[in-house]
């Protein structure tokens, strides 16, 4: 069984300033992890996935995050915030292998201020 | 990497009545799922499409309700039945392609407004 956290329901955060969206998982087995984006209006869209090898994953748009096992951990960060990056983020987990479906967590919002 | 479309992409409907909602697929795919994100939430799977057999419903979901069809790998169909104002949502078609680490794509989405 698997499981998704997303720690806000809201993040607020000037134009500029860094990004970060909390993720934490927990899983009986080596995980797959997502990060899905989804604009207003639209379907969700992949930003990065973390599948094998280097824990340090980079996606579209500038965000990157990091898998980190000793904490079920696979946090969201982008440098500087654009307007443009408003939008609901989610998180999401699958076993590794197999044809398993992801759990995706509860979504967190970003909002961007000028 | 799939492209999905839906249609409609969003409708009205009178409490009572049925809506069917259908999914396309620009590649064969073999999973193909429904899912369910009402205002404020997180995405609910309804149930697994199953090419030539009867969809597998997750927990709180029954085929009178939401019956779903799939004749190919390419194209699904899901029907909203007996609307009430609670089956107001998107629902998003949904597609996982194994062979990419179980990365999934997802249809534009329909929303479903009952009056």
């Known amino acids: 069984a698997q499981s998704v956290t997303q720690l806000g329901s809201h993040v607020s955060v000037s134009e500029g300033a860094l990004v970060l969206l909390r993720c934490n998982y927990s899983s009986s087995v080596p995980p797959y992890l997502f990060w899905y984006v989804q604009y207003p209006n639209q379907g969700l869209q992949l930003l990065l996935k973390?599948?094998?090898?280097?824990?340090l994953v980079k996606g579209i748009n500038g965000f990157e995050a990091e898998f980190k096992k000793s904490e079920t951990s696979f946090h969201l960060t982008k440098p500087s915030a654009h307007m443009s990056d408003a939008a609901e983020y989610f998180c999401a987990v699958s076993p590794a292998g197999g044809s398993y479906i992801p759990t995706f967590g509860r979504g967190t919002s970003l909002i961007v201020h000028p | 990497s799939a492209v999905i479309s839906q249609k409609p992409s969003r409708d009205i409907c009178q409490r009572g009545t049925s809506l069917t909602i259908q999914c396309q697929v620009d590649s064969q795919v073999t999973m193909m799922f429904w899912y369910r994100q009402q205002p404020g939430q997180s995405l609910t799977l309804i149930a697994t499409?199953?090419?030539?057999?009867?969809?597998?419903?997750e927990s709180g979901f029954v085929i009178d309700k939401f019956p779903i069809s799939r004749p190919n790998l390419t194209f699904s169909t899901l029907t909203v039945s007996n609307l009430s104002p609670e089956d107001s949502s998107i629902y998003l078609c949904s597609v996982v392609e194994l062979a990419g680490f179980n990365e999934q794509f997802f249809g534009p989405g329909t929303r479903l407004t009952v009056l």
């Open positions: 973390y599948t094998t090898g280097a824990t």
């Open positions: 499409a199953n090419q030539g057999s009867e969809a597998t419903y």
